[in-house]
């Protein structure tokens, strides 16, 4: 409902959770919010591809992994901006894994 009142239209906001968190820690979380741990594997670059390849095309696959592999500034902020919107504080990460551990059984 926040974003539908007079004022928004032409803005930018940054929608994302009140702290920086990377895949690892995100691994680590999810894990604590099923009760077991959950293994973190990073591949190189050519290991990812060739999985990824097998369902997209060879450029689909290339282009997701400039975007994954290569986080910009604003993909790696926290922001303040849910709470300042709607006036309730944005989720963590913990949270959201805790709300979703159902998903991951």
């Known amino acids: 409902m926040a974003l ?57 696959a290339d282009a997701t992994l400039e975007v994954i592999g290569n986080p910009n500034e604003i993909e790696r902020a926290a922001s303040s901006e849910v709470e300042r919107l709607t006036g309730r504080r944005g989720r963590t990460f913990a949270e959201w894994a805790e709300r979703n551990a159902a998903a991951f059984r």
Do not use: M
């Not at 930018?12 to 895949?23: D, Q, V």
């Open 4 to 60: 539908r009142e007079d004022g928004h239209l032409g803005e930018r906001y940054l929608l994302a959770g009140p702290e920086p968190i990377s895949p690892r820690q995100q691994a680590k979380l999810i894990g604590e919010a099923l009760g077991e741990p959950v293994e973190f594997i990073e591949q190189t670059r050519a290991e990812a591809f060739n999985v990824l390849s097998k369902a997209w095309t060879a450029e689909v």
